[in-house]
């Protein structure tokens, strides 16, 4: 049984990394990106307090972080073809995890944004800058350090997550691991296989959020 769980292994290993390589770390990053652009506009504009914009902001927050991102899946790639819209299994992914990331991380930089001392902003305009000078210039580049940890962890989170895109139809890791169980019948190996995989990944992103923390820790220093 030993030689056989190992040749398995090994057989099965390059099978499963394959598409964690080709789809799960693009499905990422493109996810990932597209969410850190949605969250800094989205809370640039509720650092502004613009009244509607930020209640439609607010109602789009309360209903992604309110209901299960599988839910949220299920509506896109199986709920809306019934009103005329169809999408591929790999952009149904990106934009639900898109959308999904960008309410969670638009909280983790308005509350950086909040944490800037306000006399920042006015310095800004003391010196004849504009609003969005200032934000870009001065306010998003102190807050974005602050964020930079919690933003690395919703990256690692989100790793994890696009596990849930298999439902879809997405062939990433979880599916074709999926796949060679129903053709193997070997279930614990292969799980254990593709939760190794999964937690090398993060650990690399651990790694890097680790020297990411101490390059911005000793550019502050240098600063101050």
Known sequence: MSSRWLTLFIESFPKILIPGLTVTIPLTVAAFSISLIIAVLTAMAQYARIPVLTQIIRFYIWIFRGTPLLVQLFVVFYGLPRVGILLDPFPAAVIVFSLNEGAYSSEIVRA???????????????????????????????????????????????????????????TEMLMTTQRIVARTYEPLLLYLEVGLIYLIFSTILTFLQSWGEKKLGAYMQKEA
């Open 112 to 170: 950086a944004l909040e944490s800037v001392p306000i006399g920042q902003m006015e310095a800004g305009y003391c010196v004849g800058m504009t609003y969005m000078q200032t934000m870009r210039r001065i306010i998003l580049p102190q807050a974005m350090r602050t964020a930079f940890p919690s933003l690395s962890n919703s990256l690692i989170a989100m790793v994890k997550n696009t596990s849930l895109a298999a439902n879809i139809t997405v």
